[in-house]
């Protein structure tokens, strides 16, 4: 692997702001973004990628490449949660297991911005139908998990109720801003997106630098939680993300040659919710754990991911 690649990544200002979250909170700073301020650079984030990615999409059409790229975004994130449920079900059992399973199928928006950006920095350009697949890839593994925690719990006083679940993972908000700015995206003519065009391309990474830092502050209160709970649980959250991503972008090759998407591919595969799962495990499975599958996520695979995982994806469909 490019070792200049690995470099650039590590010393990237978005993921320098990241760690500098995580000091912050090892030196008991009393630095925060408001959660009001945190919450809107979310939803802008989300919003420039769908409506950039909407804007990509109406210049690509729909084609045969497109539909086979959602159905394997789609079959991913029902593979992933199926495999590591009975690796997790012993350790964690049934509920914990189904929720970390449901996670680590499920996709991190957050991550999925920094890998836009991380392509950017490549001088490669995000397709669209990439934002859409983002999107279909959250509620499958969401259902999935509820599906094995339902079939494994013996305990039939525990119902799981998956009508509130499916409801909760199809308009959450963070997929309803996305797919709802990529519809947008897409009907709006070029003059009509050249008028917005400071707002969705010029501040991006600006905004980007400063949310990763408020994630780096969170992730930084998180890991404490996460450390009494044994080793299992780390190298999971290091291991397992970094194998899904190297399998799904290897196999990517099968349904797209274009190594922007195949890299996408293969950052939604090792990314783990810690927004969308959480949220709707706390509805439906209430005896889920929040405090080891949220950490998991969020303080050890995200920065994983935004460190070494991306070079390591990006040379992998680069080469093979």
Do not use: C
């Not at 990529?182 to 630098?209: H, N, R, V, W, Y």
């Not at 005896?287 to 990006?314: D, E, H, Q, R």
């Amino acid at each position: 692997m490019n070792l200049d690649l690995l470099f650039d990544n590590l010393t990237n200002p978005a993921l320098l702001f990241f760690i500098l979250g995580i000091i912050a909170v090892y030196l008991k700073s009393d630095l925060e973004i408001p959660a009001n301020s945190s919450k809107f650079i979310s939803l802008y984030l989300l919003f420039s990628i769908g409506f950039k990615g909407g804007q990509e999409l109406s210049h690509e059409g729909f084609t045969t490449e497109v539909l086979w790229s959602m159905l394997f975004g789609v079959g991913a994130a029902i593979f992933i949660p199926l495999y590591t449920f009975f690796i997790l079900k012993k350790r964690f059992g049934v509920f914990d297991a189904g929720a970390v399973a449901a996670a680590y199928g499920s996709v991190s928006a957050v991550t999925f911005v920094t890998a836009v950006s991380y392509l950017e920095s490549m001088q490669m350009t995000l397709h669209g139908h990439m934002v859409a697949i983002m999107a279909l890839m959250e509620s499958p593994a969401i259902i999935a998990g509820l599906i094995l925690i339902s079939i494994n719990n013996k305990s039939h006083s525990e119902k799981i109720k998956k009508r509130n679940a499916l409801k909760h993972s199809l308009t959450n908000g963070s997929v309803l801003l996305i797919m709802g700015s990529l519809i947008i995206g897409f009907m709006a003519s070029a003059k009509q997106a050249e008028g917005i065009k400071p707002f969705t391309d010029d501040i991006f990474k600006g905004f980007l630098a400063i949310f990763l830092l408020d994630m780096g502050i969170v992730s930084g209160r998180k890991l404490n939680s996460l450390l009494s709970k044994g080793w299992f649980p780390f190298a999971f959250a290091i291991i397992i993300p970094l194998v899904n991503g190297v399998l799904v972008g290897f196999l990517s090759s099968m349904v797209t040659e274009d190594i922007s998407s195949r890299f996408i591919f293969a950052v939604l595969a090792a990314s783990a919710s810690y927004i969308a799962v959480p949220a709707a495990m706390k509805i439906t499975v209430p005896k889920a754990n929040p405090g080891l599958f949220l950490p998991m996520a969020l303080a050890v695979t995200f920065p994983v991911n935004i460190t070494i995982g991306m070079p390591v994806y990006y040379y992998i469909v680069s080469n093979f």
